[in-house]
């Protein structure tokens, strides 16, 4: 481990450095000296400039920018009949037998207590702006695109029925790909023989992934991939036949380069044995063509990577994999009869993810993963394991792409491999892991080098005796302060280094001090407001009296500082539909008062003292205002509501307070009330497959960008939860809590008794979240690459500080990374994340992330350290980002073109020789092929008949800023057999394969990923397992669709239910139930999920896309 060592001369930091697209400033790393003037990282470097400018000033109002009517003055715009239906003029807000009022101009005190009139004069929001793009980056726009993929071939002989509607779902999200006509999509060839792609002995030889690689004297570096069938029979460490894995075309003669793979199914070559049940070895070690599913293939995927080949100076070996692929297999019988002769690869032959998961589990699952090594690559997400910080960050904090990273940039740019890190700067720990120390250096504040900004960390060098340290970001030598100085050991380490956390732990906190907060002065805890539609709808679904219900007892589990007896955290209550209603709860009264803003065109606040409390000084008031608001508006008729003007008031009141904080908004329907902010309905499904599809991605107004921008500047997260009953365009109601760092939950069709568990278990889990609020990122790195694209759920004013209003732990910004000069092998990459932010009990506090990276000069280095998982956490995002500027089918080329150029590189600079006919995938991103199928026929890229607008925009935003993790589960869900494991143990059923074909009708599968949770139940299954799940007598007694489970005291009902459990519990938004029972109609939308299956709107299965990614790949290379 050489991280410590000091970095060879470079080249003063500031130097000019290349300008990126999209990039208009190249100022990262601050100035070049120390009297370089102050670095736009104004929290981290002294006062922020947009917020010295904009200090709190009660009421104060943006000047007027745009002419906005006045409010209750238009009618409903046409085509909008539905939200009329109770006419403009009556308007009831619902007063109670205990409650008058009257609706006057302005606002009015409300209750027999009356509180002051506070009104003001109309003053013009400053709505109304051309949309800020903040976020909408010009990537894709400089993106390859590649030439024309063929068109998708219509579907055929998938057996499925005509479309019926499927209404009793609608509930769940997403109800994709159902019933899809086929789009004119432009998806790899389907359905179709493939040619004759055989597959490779799965013989293994010798020294494997961690051996490392020495390259032939002669020619570029070569790496077999590893990985593939096992002969039945044949046994580890026989001599090496070929390399695993490979897809092939057995002969070149079979399928020459360039050939289409198309052609009808055929009989095998001659050279193929038909009868030969399983594979027969090819000359070129490679298998023959599949004859159809192969059950009983035992051991298609047992290899290890096999660097044998390669004389290379020994590392060790890595554990023995179990025999893969140990997966009950549907028998042949169970089968319907075309899938028997569907495909001419056998999927079994092809990499599975259930294979690499499982290796991985049984490999890395039992020791701990120890950070003190630079470059190391960690377990799979989908792994259990623990993380012990000796140096570098733990991978709950970040995950990288590739974690040796190429030297140059032509390399890079040659393999096309982006390079990457998803950062989640306060995930959450499992109880066995320390949360980071926090180091308080006093009225000092933390130590930072002079030029760089960057922070005292384990990998800065000491010198002179300890009386400088050289930073490793920028090489800049900075004196250390007397009261930091400590004397070195003979190794050059300061004799504290193990005491202090900064000098050893890839992980700590400073408390900052009053430099690194806003206006020069110490925070004042957060506040949470709860803003509440009482309109018709909310009130009819029996919403609002179930939240307010809640919410008495949830307000007694606001977040707390560890050791806090109660929260820091004050709430507020503010209730609306076409108008405002705030509320005063101040612990003195007897009775809450509720005060009316009318004026939603010039929102502000109308009352300070006593709109923001303590839950426990004011509970019996909270309480009486909760019992209250459902009865205040039961008879309310008025179905309009507004939305901008809601979110511009909880800020507004945020920043009377001078604190900063969190919305709550619990809506239901699209704000079509005249008021700034106002949408019309423009869903419009013809768009799809068009140039302007993208325009349902976008927000329809930029009013919602600039009321963004304000909130961010407050440190206002707006957390958003939907109840549509249609569309509500969630494209542009989202944009505000993406830009905040806040939540959209979305229940669609809203029904008390169907979905008030998902909720309230929503809910409480939003309400306590840890947070971290008004805070700014800022990633480093050392010489030779820099940060220069961002994806996530924040804010950007210039290229280097991603704000976040908030920012809990469930959150992940993803950081690319570009070349702006040579790396150097010895001395590695660096990366440190540093966070600012108010902690929840109003603590300024900075959290910051190390990693070291490697740096190689040999592709086969790169090829062998990347993380499939991340690698397709990074594409999705890019790929969803780009569809707000570029028509669908342009990002899905792009997609297929980059995998098919990142793997080109791998075949043609580090595999061994072999035919061109064969696929030869790199160890590490064998998934990246099943894995990006699953991106592009995703609901977002390529949608489904049943799916809607809103529920592409709610995917779309929900992607965003998903970790490592969720998008691994989210495009390639779970799928468990629940009775083929014995009753009695205790763990998780082993997975199958994401297929219909790995569907056994007389079993019962769950199936999750992360949002949605299904049960199906095969219709041949025994009718004990029916009685002891459903207490009914027969399958066809099981009622389809349902959501709960009946709690049976017998083994299978109670090891189901608690499996159920333990899948929502590892998941970060509650995951409804739905029973689909086999043929069933609700089958269909089960079936959307089973994502190596050919899907019904045109997404190509597994096996045919990995078959297109071939023709890709040898195209790029002839
Ligand atoms: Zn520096």
Redesign the pocket.
């Known amino acids: 481990m050489n991280v410590n060592q000091s970095a060879p001369p470079v080249p003063p ?1 500031g130097q000019p450095q290349p300008i990126y697209p999209g990039y208009h400033q190249s100022s990262y790393g601050g100035q070049p000296g120390s009297t370089a003037p102050p670095i736009p990282y104004g929290a981290y470097n002294g006062p922020v400039p947009g917020y010295q400018q904009t200090p709190p000033q009660g009421m104060s109002r943006a000047p007027p920018s745009s002419g906005a009517p006045p409010a209750s003055t238009a009618q409903a715009p046409c085509g909008q009949a539905t939200y009329g239906q109770f006419g403009q003029g009556d308007v009831q807000n619902g007063p109670s037998s205990t409650v008058q009022m009257q609706r006057l101009p302005g606002s009015q005190p409300f209750g027999s207590s009356l509180a002051p009139v506070v009104s003001q004069p109309a003053v013009l929001q400053p709505y109304g702006p051309p949309p800020t793009s903040a976020q909408v980056t010009t990537q894709l726009a400089g993106m390859q695109i590649s030439g024309a993929v063929a068109p998708a071939p219509p579907t055929s002989g998938l057996g499925y029925g005509p479309p019926t509607s499927l209404a009793s779902a609608s509930g769940s999200f997403p109800n994709s790909g159902l019933y899809g006509s086929y789009p004119q999509g432009q998806a790899p060839p389907i359905g179709q023989a493939q040619g004759y792609l055989g597959v490779q002995t799965p013989q293994r030889s010798a020294p494997s992934q961690a051996s490392s690689f020495t390259p032939p004297a002669s020619g570029g570096p070569r790496m077999p991939s590893v990985t593939g069938p096992l002969l039945p029979g044949q046994g580890f460490g026989g001599p090496p036949v070929s390399q695993p894995n490979h897809v092939s075309s057995p002969s070149p003669q079979a399928l020459s380069p360039g050939t289409q793979m198309t052609g009808p199914p055929g009989p095998p070559p001659p050279m193929h044995s038909p009868q030969q049940p399983g594979y027969q070895l090819q000359q070129n070690g490679s298998f023959g063509p599949a004859r159809g599913p192969q059950p009983n293939y035992g051991s298609p995927y047992p290899g290890a990577p096999t660097f044998g080949s390669q004389p290379g100076p020994p590392q060790p070996l890595p554990p023995k994999r179990l025999d893969p692929d140990a997966i009950p297999s549907p028998q042949l019988n169970e089968l319907p009869p075309q899938q028997k002769t569907r495909h001419r690869i056998d999927p079994d032959a092809i990499p599975s993810p259930i294979q690499v998961i499982e290796d991985d589990r049984n490999n890395r699952g039992t020791e701990p993963f120890v950070t003190g090594v630079r470059g190391q690559v960690p377990p799979l997400v989908t792994t259990n394991f623990l993380v012990k910080d000796q140096g570098n960050a733990s991978p709950r904090y970040i995950r990288c792409t590739s974690y040796n990273i190429p030297c140059t940039s032509d390399m890079a740019k040659q393999a096309q491999v982006p390079l990457a890190a998803v950062i989640k700067p306060l995930a959450r720990l499992p109880p066995e892991e320390a949360s980071p120390y926090v180091v308080d250096h006093g009225e000092s504040g933390p130590l930072r ?6 922070y005292m960390c384990p990998f800065m060098q000491f010198i002179e005796g300890g009386r400088r340290f050289q ?1 490793c ?4 030598i900075n004196d250390v302060p007397p009261q930091y100085f400590q004397h070195l050991d003979h190794t050059g380490k300061r004799v504290d280094a193990y005491d202090r956390p900064e000098l050893s732990l890839g992980s700590y906190e400073f408390l900052a001090t009053v430099d690194y907060c806003k206006n020069n002065k110490f925070p004042s805890p957060p506040a949470f407001i709860f803003m509440i539609d009482v309109s018709y709808n909310a009130i009819r679904t029996g919403l609002v009296r179930l939240l307010c219900e809640e919410l008495k007892s949830l307000l007694d589990f606001l977040p707390r500082e560890g050791g806090a007896e109660e929260s820091a955290i004050r709430v507020g209550f503010v209730t609306y539909n076409k108008v405002l209603h705030f509320y005063n709860v101040k612990s003195s009264l007897a009775q809450p008062q509720m005060m009316v803003v009318s004026d939603v065109a010039d929102m502000f606040v109308p009352l300070l003292d006593g709109f923001l409390v303590n839950v426990n000084e004011s509970r019996a008031v909270i309480t009486s205002l909760l019992d209250q608001i459902p009865d205040m508006f039961a008879d309310t008729r008025e179905t309009e509501t507004v939305f901008a003007p809601v979110i511009q008031a909880g800020m507004e009141a945020l920043k009377a307070a001078e604190c900063a904080g969190k919305l709550f908004l619990f809506h239901t329907s699209l704000p079509m009330a005249e008021a700034p902010g106002k949408l019309k309905n423009r869903d419009d499904r013809k768009l799809i497959n068009t140039d302007k599809e993208k325009t349902l991605f976008q927000p329809q107004t930029g009013a919602y960008q600039t009321l963004a921008k304000e909130c961010v500047a407050q440190g206002c997260c707006v957390d958003l939860f939907l109840f549509p009953n249609q569309y509500v365009d969630v494209a542009t109601l989202s944009v505000v809590p993406q830009l905040t760092g806040g939540s959209v939950y979305k229940y669609a069709c809203f029904q008390v008794e169907n979905d008030q568990e998902r909720f309230l278990s929503d809910l409480r889990r939003d309400v306590q979240k840890v947070v971290g609020f008004d805070a700014v990122m800022r990633v480093r790195t050392s010489t030779g690459i820099r940060a220069v694209d961002f994806f996530g759920a924040f804010y950007m004013s210039n290229t280097t500080d991603v704000e976040l209003a908030g920012l809990d732990g469930d959150k992940t910004v993803t950081v690319e990374f570009k070349h702006d000069d040579r790396l150097n092998e010895e001395s590695g990459a660096l990366l440190q994340c540093a966070l600012l932010y108010t902690s929840c009990a109003g603590q300024r506090r900075l959290r910051i992330h190390n990693l070291a990276l490697n740096c190689c000069t040999q592709l086969a280095d790169l090829y062998r350290n990347c993380e499939t998982d991340t690698l397709i956490n990074y594409m999705a995002k890019l790929a969803y980002r780009g569809v707000l500027n570029s028509p669908l089918k342009a990002v899905r080329d792009t997609l297929i073109t980059q995998c098919a150029q990142i793997l080109a590189c791998y075949r043609k600079n580090c595999a061994s020789p072999s035919s061109a006919g064969q696929l030869i995938l790199p160890e590490c991103m064998k998934l990246l092929p099943v894995y990006l199928n699953c991106v592009l026929k995703s609901d977002v890229l390529q949608p489904g008949a049943e799916v809607t607008t809103d529920d592409r925009a709610y995917v779309r935003q929900l992607v965003t800023s998903m970790d490592v993790a969720e998008t691994n589960v989210f495009f390639y869900p779970r799928l468990l057999p629940l009775t083929k494991s014995p009753i009695e143990s205790t763990t998780e059923p082993p997975a199958v394969r994401a297929s219909e074909e790995r569907l056994s009708n007389g079993d019962v599968y769950l199936l999750e990923n992360g949002l949605n949770l299904f049960l199906w139940v095969g219709a041949s299954v025994q009718q004990g397992v029916v009685q002891s799940l459903f207490s009914v007598s027969s399958f066809s007694q099981i009622t389809s669709g349902l959501s709960v489970l009946p709690v049976l005291d017998n083994p299978l009902s109670k090891k189901v239910r608690d499996l159920i459990d333990s899948l929502r519990a590892q998941r970060s938004r509650y995951m409804k139930l739905i029973v689909v029972k086999q043929e069933d109609k609700l089958e269909m939308l089960f079936k959307n999920f089973l994502v190596e299956d050919k899907s019904l709107s045109g997404g190509a299965s597994y096996v045919d896309f990995l078959c297109h990614m071939h023709k890709e790949i040898r195209q790029l290379l002839s």
Not at 449 to 454: E, L, P, V
Not at 473 to 476: A, E
């Open positions: 930091f080098c002079n030029r760089c900004k960057a930073c970001f920028c090489s800049c």
